[in-house]
């Protein structure tokens, strides 16, 4: 079962989230911040990380080239509202591999997820 670590300040976006991702067959482990994130990607080793980029502590961006120091093949997605376009390139060249737009569909979600671990 892939393993997949969630981190969002928004406690409704991970529920929402964890929800959509369990019924499909992944494991999901959850993070409220960047900082947490990189504590947890350590221990946890998931196959793929949906990170938000703006939190309280640590942002996306900071956690996802931190993640990438610790491993240089991590999958990271970023989760991100409309209008963030340059954090999002930002994110890219930290070392995400790809981006959703939130509020997200579903199906996007789960095709972007399936696209990096099957």
């Known amino acids: 079962m892939p393993k997949i ?3 969002d300040d928004a406690a409704f976006m991970r529920m929402r989230c964890s929800k959509l991702l369990t019924e499909n ?3 999901v482990a959850e993070a409220e911040n960047g900082q947490e994130a ?3 990607y350590q221990t946890y080793r998931p196959d793929l990380v949906l ?3 703006t ?3 640590m942002d996306g961006i900071t956690a996802t080239r931190e993640i990438k120091n610790i491993d240089a093949d991590a999958k990271v997605v970023m989760v991100s509202a409309l ?3 340059t954090m999002v390139i930002e994110a890219i060249k930290a070392g995400a591999k790809d981006f959703v737009v939130k509020p997200f569909e ?3 979600i ?3 997820v399936r696209k990096f671990v099957g």
């Open 110 to 112: 789960l095709s972007t």
């Open 83 to 85: 209008g963030q376009q």
């Open 25 to 27: 067959g992944y494991e």
């Open 5 to 7: 670590l969630l981190v």
């Open 51 to 53: 990170m938000d980029i």
């Open 55 to 57: 939190m309280p502590v």
């Open 38 to 40: 990189v504590a947890m």
């Open 106 to 108: 579903p199906d996007k």
